[in-house]
């Protein structure tokens, strides 16, 4: 675990890359110069996945990630906190109303970058990323093809032996089955391409989800 993330009981912190800054109204903890930001498990899946057992949390400090639905930036913020000015975040969202949002963020925070682009076609993504190669890949996305997207990208950014970490959101890939048996269906598409390392069930905070953590290169 990185030194700028620690467990406090059941509540996880990250070491402010900002001090004085709240992003979501998140409860911080003030240690002589440094400030600490509880991650809400809430409002947040990454959160949620360690709170709910995540095993091997694989983002550390000077990490390069690629973040793809990054939203308004509140999970962001915490990844931003946790690589520290060593690393770097991409932040992939469609919507230009959360990308407005998260934009604001950024100008806080050096080591992120924001872009309005659409996960779902990774080549286009790679016209505006140049040669960007991640060290862990973050999805959070509603599309229904959510494993498919999933897949692509990190086997366009992920290095060697680069982490992805996929939330499962059962109800947009497909309503009229259960969770159980979409994740079953979105497990055996990631199960092609790369070695599952866990698998979390996010219900506790988070109904009808789940996060996939995969290996590149293990196969």
């Known amino acids: 675990m990185s030194s700028f993330l620690r467990k406090d009981g059941k509540n996880y912190f990250t070491r402010s890359f900002v001090n004085g ?4 109204g998140e409860r911080i903890v003030t240690e002589g110069k440094i400030e600490w930001r509880e991650w809400n498990p809430y409002r947040s899946k990454l959160a949620a ?4 057992g995540l ?17 308004e930036g509140t999970s962001i913020s915490h990844v931003s ?5 060593k690393g770097v975040v991409v932040g992939v969202d469609i919507s230009p109303k959360a990308m407005a949002t998260f934009s604001k963020l950024v100008e806080s925070r050096s080591n992120i970058i924001p872009l309005l682009a659409d996960a779902n076609q990774p080549s286009l993504l790679r016209n505006e990323l140049g040669d960007f ?15 498919d997207i999933f ?8 290095k060697k032996n680069a982490h992805g ?16 048996k979409v994740l ?8 092609r391409s790369f070695s599952v390392l866990q698998v979390v069930d996010l219900n506790a905070f988070e109904s009808d989800h789940f996060l996939i953590h995969v290996v590149v290169g293990e196969k």
């Open 21 to 24: 800054q709240r992003v979501y």
């Open 49 to 52: 996945a360690l709170c709910s």
């Open 55 to 71: 095993l091997d949390f694989p983002i550390r400090e000077g990490s390069a990630v690629l973040y793809l639905g990054s939203a």
């Open 81 to 85: 906190d946790v690589i520290g000015e």
């Open 133 to 147: 190669s991640c060290d862990v890949l973050v999805q959070d996305v509603s599309q229904r093809n959510q494993a």
């Open 151 to 158: 897949v692509k990208n990190l086997r366009e950014f992920g």
């Open 165 to 180: 970490l996929l939330v499962i959101k059962a109800r947009s890939v497909d309503s009229s089955i259960s969770p159980k």
């Open 184 to 191: 079953e269906n979105e497990l055996a598409l990631v199960k």
